[in-house]
């Protein structure tokens, strides 16, 4: 795979000038983004403010979804910015990502959510920090601190959960959850992933950061939480 030589687009005015080739990967960025945030806040973030158990909990759990949503909120902007419809950003449209359609019933399944899907998202992030496209660098910067909050709000109330004598519940929640997160990188030859990569939009192939995600996770569970990390099939 050949890899375009310091290709550098600064703003979305030049984005405009751009390989239509370039043009369209950066809009199935966006996009992608726009829609996820969005689909992870209204069927995750925002129904768990019900399930936290405290005060305190369900004032966590609010900023962690109206973050979500800001997340939505910056990457939609900049989908306007560079001309994509609004219907391309439908759901009924662009499809979220199959990890969404787990069923949220308790408080310990959402801490374990946070806690796995949102490491995910701070690889995806983090393979955006020095994306060729400076609009989406920038983004990526903004929401890193945020990502990686909801990672350790996760982390911190599943450890809260385990310690008061439920680590049964964590267990159960990480045996039904995590096999579905792998999914969440994309496939092993992803034709878009080789554009993104020639065009140094990403850094590193979806392999690689799977990779990376199975190391991250195993060490969380299995040391962090003192839990077993379940079998891939």
Known sequence: MSVVAAFEVKSAAELAAQPEEYRQAVEKIVISHA??????????DEPAIALAPTPYAKWLTCRVAMEEYHHHVRFRTLAEEIG???ERMDPAVKRPLSIFEFQLNTWPEFC????????????QV?????????????????TMPEEKFHAKFGKDFCLELIQAGRGAEVQ????????????????SRS???????????????NDEMRADFMSRVTELVEQDFGLRLPVLQ
């Open 35 to 44: 829609v996820n945030e969005l689909y992870g806040a209204q069927v995750f």
């Open 84 to 86: 994509v419809a609004p």
């Open 112 to 123: 374990v959510i946070k806690a796995i899907a949102d490491y995910a998202e701070i690889l």
């Open 126 to 142: 983090e393979d955006l920090l020095h994306c060729s496209f400076h609009p989406l660098r920038n983004l990526a910067r903004l």
């Open 172 to 187: 159960g929640a990480i045996d039904r959850y995590f096999p579905i997160t792998p999914a969440f990188f994309g496939s």
């Open 191 to 205: 034709r878009n992933n080789e554009t993104y990569l020639r065009f140094g939009l990403k850094q590193r192939s």
